[in-house]
């Protein structure tokens, strides 16, 4: 059975720091690339941001500098490192697997529920 569940989630204040984990199963995990992607209310999803198979990183504009992507291969787990955050941060976040380097996220295979972050002061 194929699973992505996210946590870490929570309210955060404006400049403060979020660490998003990923945990993947009834898959193989190296052979997918993994997104973070995230949708504030009202708004559709926005991609943040790519590990791809052989470790290479990506990030959207809007958090480079910021935000860190990382795996740890033998727990199956990614992480999203947030620091810096901004009120535009809030969104409910979400990690999804692909098979190709993609920022659209109807390209993607598999998807987790999503963790809430609440940026505000």
């Known amino acids: 059975e194929v699973r992505l569940v996210e946590s870490g989630g929570g309210l955060v204040q404006p400049g403060g720091s979020l660490r998003l984990s990923c945990s993947a199963s009834?898959?193989?995990?190296?052979?997918?690339?993994i997104n973070w992607v995230r949708q504030a209310p009202g708004k559709g999803p926005e991609w943040v941001s790519v590990?791809?198979?052989?470790?290479?990183?990506y990030l959207a504009d809007s958090v480079k500098g910021r935000f860190t992507i990382s795996r740890d291969t033998a727990k199956n787990t990614v992480y999203l490192q947030m620091t810096d955050v901004k009120a535009e941060d809030t969104a409910v976040y979400y990690c999804?697997?692909?098979?190709?380097?993609?920022?659209?996220?109807?390209?993607?295979?598999?998807w987790g529920q999503g963790t809430q972050v609440t940026v505000s002061s």
């Open positions: 009834g898959f193989t995990f190296g052979a997918y690339e």
């Open positions: 590990i791809a198979v052989d470790g290479t990183t």
């Open positions: 999804a697997a692909s098979s190709a380097i993609s920022v659209r996220p109807d390209d993607y295979d598999y």
